[in-house]
């Protein structure tokens, strides 16, 4: 029944278990979800109402493909004065973001060619990767780094035939923030070798210890590199599906007519939302980046009071990948959670081969479900 290409994109170990999730709450299973990265804080108030103001005026049409002007300017002002990068409103297109990641790929990546991205790394990135017929190369992230993609790893996994490099500084799954070091070894390599750079910034907003560098923003690197942003996790603005990409104009052009003949346009109403959310106070992000800091903290002290259980201090983002000393795999001990304890976690080799022997734990969640979590955890542990 399915065309070929079907074989090369598999589900999101993210999103199934997220299903999962609202089929056992459905059934009325009282369930603690570490699974899914997503803030559990609504929108602020004023974007909110600047979504409603626009239903209210009309603003229900098709956009300019390419997004709303004023939209596509706030995003560029806030990338050259936040970011540095080196922008004007044409190198902006609004796309939600995963979508930007897919469409970036499809225009840069196709068979016989190599991305290189971290392992463990984001679940959507390997699917895609294998989606446009280009090779995955996984750099290893190791504990003993706080799980930085180091650039002298990167170095030995380029090729002639790398195309790509994929960075996610806040990481997903590992909570690793990269340093300007970091950023400018891989830079080096990205002009020596003639590679371009896919930067996925969506948690640049979610620091807590550590600065956030856009790679767009060193020499040379505007013209090579695709900056992927968005407003669902800095504005809890998940189910809007909103975000950017930033490039040259050609990679731009490109990825408009991926969209034009796929989504056509973000929405409408949402766009102006946007506006708003660049434009106006930033003391909500602020808000929930300190307590998404203090769960960090219960959380990091929690798991590592449980016998069996170690992770590090991620510097941002909202996840800690736990490595589990049982003689399991990812999949069943996250089965084994949810079973026996009712705790839904995401199995850590749904973010890559090395991602086996962990498991990803968002803190997208209150103090209160956080500590009952680990309770239950810590209990059902006991027990093994
Ligand atoms: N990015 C979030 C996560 O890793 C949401 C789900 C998804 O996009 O896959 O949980």
Redo the contacts with the bound molecule.
Sequence with gaps: MFADRMQRIGP?G??VTKNLVEKLKAEGVNVISFA???PDFTTPKHIVEAANSALEEGFTHYTSSYGIPELREAIAEKSRTENKIPCKTENVIVTPT?FGIFSSLLSLAQKGDEVILSDPG???YFQIINFTEAKIIGVELSEEDDFRLLSENVSEAITPKTKVIMLNSPN?PTGSVSTKEDLKGIADLAQDNDIYIISDEVYEKIIYDGTHHSIASFDGMFDRTVTLNGFSKSYAMTGWRLGWAIANEDIINAINRIQQHSLTCAVSFAQKAGVRALTGSQEPVKEMVKEFKARRDILVEGINAIPNLRCRVPQGAFYVFVKFVYDMSSVDFSKFLIKKANVAVTPGSAFGICGEGYIRL?YATSRKNITEGLKRIKETLSEL
Excluded: H, R
């Design positions: 999101s993210t999103l899914l990265g997503e995963k984001f679940v959507s997903n968002s």
